[in-house]
Structure formats: structure tokens, C-alpha cells
């Protein structure tokens, strides 16, 4: 069992940054790769960003590669996600989620943390 609990997010203008937090239960954070998704009012969830156990795979949305960064520390059972040049259309919710490695279904979700891009 693994428990999700997102923190960081908040109110920026438009070109700023926000970094997020996802800290994680349980002693097997680092057997799981971990995704960020987000979503908008009135639309679907669509994902943002993963890393992969070690932290040396990484994969982005086309709409944030060049100003997104995830990263992971497994020691401290944590993923982030670094959020620079904000826009507007990155308002959303933002949910972190841990799969197994090697599975393509993520398992665990958080309860999700605001993030609103004042233009």
C-alpha cells in the first residue's frame, strides 16, 4: 500500500514557477515509477509527466517539455515537479501516482493539490 500526499501548488502570474511536492508512504517508494497528471475544469485528466524508479527515465507531455521537470528522491520517498514559465492553461489539479515498475496501470493517487496561472 502506498499513500500520496501532494503539497506545492498555489497562485502564480503568468511566467513564474511553482514547484511540487509528492511525498509517498511506505518503505517500497522505490520499486514505482511516479506520474504527474493534472486536470482542468471540464475537461479529462491527461497526464504531464513520469519518472521511472531509478529516476534516469524520464517522459513529458508536449505541452510542458522545455518548462516541466520531474524528479525523485527516493531516499526521502518524494517526487517533484519543477513548473517554469507558467501559463494560464496550466491551471488545473494536480495528482501525483505511483505504478509498479513494469505495469502500465497506476495503482496509487493522491488527493490532488490547485494550481492556478493568473495571466
Known amino acids: 500500500q502506498v499513500q500520496l500526499v501532494e503539497s506545492g501548488g498555489g497562485l502564480v502570474q503568468a511566467g513564474g514557477s511553482l514547484r511540487l511536492s509528492c511525498a509517498a508512504s511506505?518503505?517500497?517508494?522505490?520499486?514505482?515509477?511516479m506520474g504527474w497528471f493534472r486536470q482542468a475544469p471540464g475537461k479529462e485528466r491527461e497526464f504531464v509527466a513520469l519518472?521511472?524508479?531509478?529516476?534516469?527515465?524520464?517522459a513529458y507531455a508536449d505541452s510542458v517539455k522545455g518548462r516541466f521537470t520531474i524528479s525523485r528522491v527516493n531516499a526521502k520517498n518524494t517526487v517533484y515537479l519543477q513548473m517554469n514559465s507558467l501559463k494560464p492553461e496550466d491551471t488545473a489539479v494536480y495528482y501525483c501516482?505511483?505504478?509498479?515498475?513494469?505495469?502500465?496501470?497506476?495503482?496509487?493517487w493522491g488527493q490532488g493539490t490547485q494550481v492556478t496561472v493568473s495571466s
Open positions: 501516482a505511483a505504478r509498479p515498475s513494469g505495469q502500465t496501470e497506476y495503482d496509487y
Open positions: 511506505g518503505r517500497t517508494f522505490s520499486s514505482y515509477a
Open positions: 519518472i521511472g524508479w531509478s529516476g534516469r527515465t524520464t
